[in-house]
C-alpha cells in the first residue's frame, strides 16, 4: 500500500470524523489543517448539552434538519473555543459547504476547501470561488 498524499491522509481523517456524526440525515466531517498541522476537526451534531438527532429524531425546518450544527461550523466554533486562528487555512470536507458554511469558512480566512461529494445546492461552492478560494473536488486518483 502506497503512503498516501497530504490531501488523501487529511480527507482519510475527514471520513473517519463523520463516522461522529449524531444527525440521521447526513453524515459530514471537516478537518482543518494549516502547514500539514491539524488545526480542528468538526462533525454534524447538535451543541453540547442538548439531545442529539440519534436519540430524539431529526428537528426539520424547511427541509433541513435544525437540530444540528454543519461540521464546518462545528470546527470553527472549536477554533473559536481554543483561540485558534484559521487564517491560511485548508479545509478538507466530506461533502462541499452549504452557503452558509461557506460564507464562514471565508469569513474564517480559508483559502483552500478540498471536499468529496457535492451538496444539493451549489450556492457556497460558487460564493467561494467569487471569493477567491480554491475549490477542490477530491478523488484519490487527482490527488495522489
Same mark, same amino acid.
Given at each position: ?27 459530514v ?42 461540521? &464546518? *461550523?462545528?470546527a470553527?466554533?472549536? !477554533?473559536?473555543?481554543? =483561540? ?5 487555512? #485548508?479545509?478538507?470536507?466530506? +461533502? ?13 480566512g ?8 457535492e451538496?444539493? &445546492? *451549489?450556492?457556497?461552492?460558487?460564493? !467561494?470561488?467569487?471569493? =477567491? ?5 477530491? #478523488?484519490?486518483?487527482?490527488? +495522489?
Amino acid at each position: 500500500m502506497a503512503r498516501p498524499s497530504w490531501d488523501e491522509y487529511f480527507m482519510e481523517l475527514a471520513q473517519v470524523v463523520a463516522k461522529r456524526s449524531t444527525c440521521n440525515r447526513r453524515k459530514v466531517g471537516t478537518v482543518l489543517v494549516r502547514d500539514k498541522r491539524i488545526l480542528t476537526t468538526g462533525y454534524n451534531g447538535s451543541p453540547s448539552g442538548l439531545p442529539h438527532c440519534t436519540d430524539v429524531g431529526c428537528l426539520v425546518v424547511d427541509g433541513h434538519c435544525v437540530r444540528a450544527i454543519h461540521a &464546518e *461550523q462545528n470546527a470553527i466554533i472549536q !477554533a473559536a473555543l481554543h =483561540g485558534i486562528t484559521l487564517k491560511g487555512a #485548508t479545509c478538507y470536507v466530506t +461533502s462541499s459547504p452549504c452557503v452558509h458554511c461557506a460564507k464562514m469558512l471565508i469569513a474564517a480566512g480559508i483559502e483552500r476547501i478540498v471536499y468529496m461529494d457535492e451538496y444539493t &445546492e *451549489q450556492i457556497g461552492l460558487e460564493m !467561494a470561488r467569487q471569493a =477567491g478560494v480554491v475549490m477542490e473536488r477530491f #478523488t484519490p486518483s487527482s490527488h +495522489s
